[in-house]
Structure formats: C-alpha cells, structure tokens
C-alpha cells in the first residue's frame, strides 16, 4: 500500500469499479488530487459527469477506512494505483483499476510470464482436458496461468498449473468474502496457496451479469497472452478476448468442430485473426528469448498426456467435476437438439431469443433490447423455456439454457 491508499479506496467506491481512470489521474496528479479538487475544479476539468462530480464532492474516508481494516483482519493485501506493486503491465491499460485487493502472494506480474486461459463454464470434457493439457505444458515452464476462477474451463486451468507445481493466479468477479459458487472453495484455496486471487471489487460485493465483463480487462490487462480453449459466439470469453486484442496481447484460440455452433465462437476469433493454438509450444514460442524458454524441453500434448503429475487433483469438489466434467456425447446430443429447436424460431421468439446470454437478464432489459412489447417478450420467454432454449430465475431473470 501507498501512503495514499486511503484516498485510492475512496476515489473506487466514490466512482465503482471499471471506472474510467486514467485521464482523471492524469488531470489532477493522481486519488490525492481529485479529493483535494473542490466542486468547482472537478466540473472545469470536463472529465465527470454531474453524478460523478457530486460523489466526488463526498469527501468522508470512513468508508475507505472500514475497507482498509476489513482487510487487514482478513489478511487480504491492498495494492492501489500508487504502490511499488502495481504492475505497470496493468497501469498500461487504457482503464486500470484503482485497487487491487489480493488473497495469497501475486507473483510479480512485470517479471513473469502470465497467460490466460478462458473458456466456456459448461464446457465440453474435450474443452476441459485441453485447458487442462495446454496449462500444465505452459505452467512447467514458468508461466503464471491466469483464469477466471469459475467452473469449466476456468478450473481445468488453475487445476493445470497446480498438478504440475506451477503458480496460478484467479482474478474474480465479485469480492472477497462473497458466497460465490461454494462447491468450487477447494479450487480456490489452492489457488491461494499456489498463487494469488485478485479482484478491484471492495469486499462482500456480490457478483453479477456487470462485475465479470468488468473483470475480464483485468484477466488480459496483467497477461502477456491470452487462450480461448471453447466458447461460445456471445461468451464472456469473447470479451476478454477483445480486451486483449485493444490491449495488443496476443490472442490464441483452440479450434472448435465445425459442426458444433454452439462453440464457435473460437472459430470466428481465428476468423477474427487469433493465432491457433494445439500445443503449449505454440503459447511459449513468442516469449521463448524474453524469458529464457528452452523451447526445445516443452512436452507435446501426447507427452503430457503420458506424464503423471507431480500433485494429486484433490482439491476439485465432486459437484465441480461433475458440473465440467459432463458427458461428452450427452452434452452434443443435447446441444443438437438445441441447435434444432432454435433453427426452427421466427417472429418474436427469435428475437427474444437472440437477445438472450449465458447471463442472466431482466426482463426490461430484454424487452428493451427485443424491441417488442412486454406482454410479447413474455409469451416468448414462455415458448423458449418449454422448447428448453431459456431459463428463468428469481428477480424476473432469463438466460440461454
């Protein structure tokens, strides 16, 4: 920590997470001089908007202070913009985060190769072997794998990294001490005790359909190099893909079966120009002279497929594995009747339809964005959850099934 950490802590909360920053610490010098600027300099400066300035203008650090003990009580690290330990690969960014709250010890960003490894949460079991394969090939030669910390591919990521004794790092999408999928705690404490969790939202902040978006700038922002082992074409692996793109990281994908659309959004972003990936070799060869790779030691796919790891899979819950672990002709089956179903759609069922995510929306916001009565987004949703392409959940919720 700064010794300016308690005004970091107060510009976060003042303007929420993924905030626009950097021309704001540009203009005023830094958190000190946006607490210290009065109403009056805040609106000249043409940076905030009305709302922004009058929380701004709110200069009570009681919250920041109670943040910062929180904290401490729990052992979670604070990094603000200022500290000797803010990687500077994230300071980069076009919109770096304030803080970084860290559970575990972050290897050093600026000094290490990390590569991320993304994909879809009900993955295919061909989906989680390769996140698994493709890591442990890259962690065993010193790479930090960085994922999201979730279900599917996330995990086959992080487990990758930690048979082989490698270090991993989670940057998640809620803060700490958050409920968020408990069934998966046992990933996340090895992932604390290998590497680090990281998040830039304040502790107990719940997670949402807005905080992973948000994250994911952040999963690509501190990587050199980022993998999308399977996803789908309106996946949030997609949009940490763009985010490295803007970022000028590169960006690899593991080619999807042409005949599942249900994945093929890995195929558009080799489409799209992402570099095929079907070998850890093909993720190292670019840093090999930066970070002294001997290139010809890295293990073909075959070759880690035989190796016996060096640590036991003991610390992935059978729900997890069950929930990622699926099986594989069951999963296709169902997604082809999927495919079958949704082929068959028009009028106002397919355009609720293809308004709809893998995260859940409320229903204004769907109506809003099908352009179409309530009463008909309803009667749509209805037709889509019997015909099993919808879910619903509490709070006036849908999702693709």
Wanted: hydrophobic share 40%; with cysteine; charged share 20%.
């Amino acid at each position: 920590m700064s010794n300016n950490v308690l005004y970091w802590l107060w510009l976060q909360n003042a303007l929420g997470a993924g905030a626009e920053l950097r021309e704001a610490i540009e203009y005023f010098g830094g958190a000190k001089g946006i607490y210290d600027a009065d109403e009056y300099s805040l609106k000249f400066s043409g940076i905030f908007n009305p709302n922004q300035v009058l929380a701004l203008c709110n200069k009570s650090l009681g919250k920041a202070e109670d943040i910062q003990s929180l904290c401490k009580l729990h052992g979670w690290s604070i990094i603000d913009f200022e500290d000797a330990d803010y990687p500077q690969r994230l300071a980069d960014i076009a919109n770096p985060p304030a803080v970084l709250y860290v559970d575990g010890n972050l290897p050093s960003v600026d000094d290490n190769l990390f590569i991320s490894i993304v994909g879809a949460r009900k993955a295919s079991d061909y989906a989680v072997k390769a996140a698994e394969i493709m890591s442990r090939g890259v962690a065993e030669h010193g790479a930090v794998v960085v994922s999201g910390g979730a279900l599917g591919v996330d995990s086959a990521a992080h487990n990758g990294a930690i048979l082989c004794g490698g270090k991993t790092v989670a940057v998640l999408g809620c803060g700490f001490g958050v409920n968020y999928l408990m069934f998966n705690q046992p990933l996340r404490d090895a992932i604390r005790n290998n590497g680090a969790l990281i998040t830039e939202f304040p502790p107990f902040t719940p997670a949402s359909k807005y905080t992973f978006p948000i994250r994911n700038r952040i999963i690509s922002g501190i990587s050199l190099a980022v993998l999308v082992v399977e996803a789908g074409v309106k996946s949030g692996s997609l949009i940490t893909a763009r985010y490295a793109m803007e970022q000028g990281r590169e960006v690899f994908a593991i080619p999807c079966s042409i005949l599942e659309d249900a994945f093929s959004g890995t195929n558009r972003l080799i489409d799209d120009g992402a570099s095929v990936a079907t070998k850890p070799l093909d993720l190292l060869y670019p840093f090999a002279r930066q970070f002294g790779i001997n290139i010809g030691k890295v293990k073909s796919v075959s070759q880690l497929m035989k190796a016996k790891p060096k640590r036991e899979a003991n610390f992935a819950s059978d729900e997890s594995k069950r929930y990622f672990f699926e099986n594989n002709s069951e999963s296709r089956s169902l997604r082809g009747k999927r495919q079958n179903a949704a082929a068959s759609l028009s009028g106002d069922n397919l355009a609720v339809y293809n308004v709809l995510t893998q995260e859940l929306m409320h229903i204004d916001e769907i109506t809003e964005k099908a352009k179409l009565p309530l009463g008909s987004v309803l009667a749509a949703l209805t037709t889509l959850e019997l015909m099993d392409l919808a879910q619903s959940a509490g709070g006036k919720r849908y999702k693709l099934s």
